[in-house]
């Protein structure tokens, strides 16, 4: 079992930046990809970028240029780094471990708010 804890929400201009952390603890060692997702009110969740243990990075087109995913192998944590925030990038924002040989998220965080005001 993975567990997993984000950090690093607010309430933030548009315009600025915010850095999201994910800390991830358990069997660690079975991550194959770490993820990050949103959802907006009255919204489904939507996938926002992940990172897998080779390094490659996918991003969603609407973060494309603005977000960066990366990852600190020894604190087990994985960031998401957010410039230029749009007010349409307000959402709770969820981090999500993918395992060796499974074919979707497995374990997700508990979520953690971003506001962004125009």
């Known amino acids: 079992q993975v567990q997993l804890v984000e950090s690093g929400g607010g309430l933030v201009q548009a315009g600025a930046s915010l850095r999201l952390s994910c800390a991830a603890s358990?069997?660690?060692?079975?991550?194959?990809?770490m993820g990050w997702f949103r959802q907006a009110p009255g919204k489904e969740r939507e996938f926002v970028a992940t990172?897998?243990?080779?390094?490659?990075?996918t991003y969603a087109d609407s973060v494309k240029g603005r977000f960066a995913i990366s990852r600190d192998n020894a604190k087990d944590t994985v960031y998401l780094h957010m410039n230029n925030m749009k007010p349409e990038d307000t959402a709770v924002y969820y981090c999500?471990?993918?395992?060796?040989?499974?074919?979707?998220?497995?374990?997700w965080g508990q979520g953690t708010q971003v506001t962004v005001s125009s």
């Open positions: 999500a471990a993918m395992t060796f040989g499974s074919s979707g998220y497995e374990s």
């Open positions: 358990g069997r660690t060692f079975t991550i194959y990809a």
């Open positions: 990172i897998r243990r080779t390094d490659d990075t």
